[in-house]
Structure formats: C-alpha cells, structure tokens
C-alpha cells in the first residue's frame, strides 16, 4: 500500500513572501509520479506540478518549485514571490502502480495581504 | 474541449433513495476514476477504470456500483444513499500515471 502524508492542516504566508508545505510519502514501486494539486474555492481541482521519480532534477513551474529527497522520501512545495491567489487547499499526490493515485489529506494556505 | 464534465452539481436525497451520477470525458483516456472528499480526509478512491469494460475497487467502494458504458462515460450509482455518503464527489480521467483531469464535482447531501 502507498501512503502520503501532509503534517500542515493550515499554512499562513504573507503576500510576496515565499512558503513550503510538506509532503512525505511511502511506496515499494521503483517508478512513480509525485503531484501537488490546488484547490481553490471553486472546489476545481488544478495540477500545479509533476516530478517523476526517476528524475534527479527538482521540477519547476513559474513560482512553484519542489524538493524532491527520494531516499527520504520527501516531496515538499516552495511558492516565491505568494499571490492573492494562490490561497487554496494543496494536496499532495503519488501515483504508483496500477495508475492509483493516492491524495494526502490537504493543506490550507492562507494568503495575508 | 469540455474535459471532465459532471452531472449534477448538486444534490439532495433522502436515506434509502437511489441516484446515478454521471461523468463523461472528451480527451480520449483509457482511465477513469470516482473520488469522494470529506473535511480532514482528503481524496478517496472509491471505484476506477482503467480501460473500457474494466472496473476494479478502490478504498471506499462499500455502499458504490459503477459502469464503464462506454470510453467516454463512467457513472457511479447509489442503491441506497446512507448520510454516511454525504460528500463532494469528484470523477477525473487520465492518460497513464501522468496527471488526473477533474470534473467539476458533485455535492451531494443525504438527509
């Protein structure tokens, strides 16, 4: 069985500033994708980023950034430079095998103006 | 292109009342998936398809059937709804382990 685990119920950054929510997950496959959706209000839910296990480099989108430590089996997301909009709920994913996806239950990010 | 799309948006049963809810995708995927979100629990599998003709259980299937009927449709149906069901329900579809695409979701509120 896969598992994800998100320790932060909640997460406050002021706008502008950077921030890092974690995820830690656990897997027996040798090849599997790491996720972090948003979820903003609208309750629609938003691929904000990918990495493949099999990659040693960290992906990047835009202000969004990962720290991927596969040995330690971590997979946290960094947002530079926060923005209004950016205020979601960011769960963190793994796809394993069997293209089962397994969520963590969510963080709650707060953007203070 | 309309994606994932999700009917309805919002409903309210009765306990022991039966509804169907309806997904269909237009971006070709081989796999489709229902998800049920509750406060503090994130999202649960409850049935997937990973090809037209094949369903399998996820980790909440209890109380849930489900029909592949055709590769752009996969519905899930209540028998007997149970407040326990009360829930967002969430239907996504994929192409390999790369990334889900998510319908709208569904509320749905078991009296």
């Known amino acids: 069985a896969q598992t994800v685990t998100q320790s932060q119920p909640e997460m406050s950054v002021q706008e502008a500033e950077t921030v890092t929510l974690s995820c830690t997950y656990d897997t027996s496959e040798s090849d599997y994708y790491l996720f972090w959706y948003k979820q903003p209000p609208s309750r629609q839910m938003i691929l904000v980023i990918r990495?493949?296990?099999?990659?040693?480099q960290n992906a990047t989108e835009n202000r969004f950034s990962v720290n991927f430590q596969k040995a330690a089996k971590s997979f946290s997301l960094k947002i530079s430079d926060s923005q209004l909009g950016d205020a979601a709920m960011y769960f963190c994913a793994l796809s394993g095998g069997y293209q089962k996806v397994t969520f963590g239950i969510g963080t709650k990010l707060q953007v203070i103006p | 292109n309309a994606g994932v799309t999700q009917t309805p948006k919002f409903q309210v049963l009765k306990t022991g009342q039966s509804m169907t809810l309806q997904c269909a995708q237009d971006m070709n995927h081989n796999s489709m998936y229902w998800y049920r979100q509750d406060p503090g629990m994130g999202l649960r599998l409850i049935y997937y398809?990973?090809?037209?003709?094949?369903?399998d259980k996820g980790e909440v299937p209890n109380g849930y059937n489900v029909s592949r009927l055709n590769k752009r449709e996969f519905s899930l149906r209540l028998e007997s709804a149970a407040p326990s069901q009360t829930s967002v329900y969430f239907c996504?579809?994929?192409?390999?382990?790369?990334?889900?695409?998510f319908g709208p979701g569904t509320r749905l509120t078991v009296l």
């Open positions: 996504a579809s994929s192409e390999r382990e790369i990334e889900q695409f």
């Open positions: 990495q493949e296990a099999y990659k040693q």
């Open positions: 398809s990973a090809s037209e003709g094949t369903t």
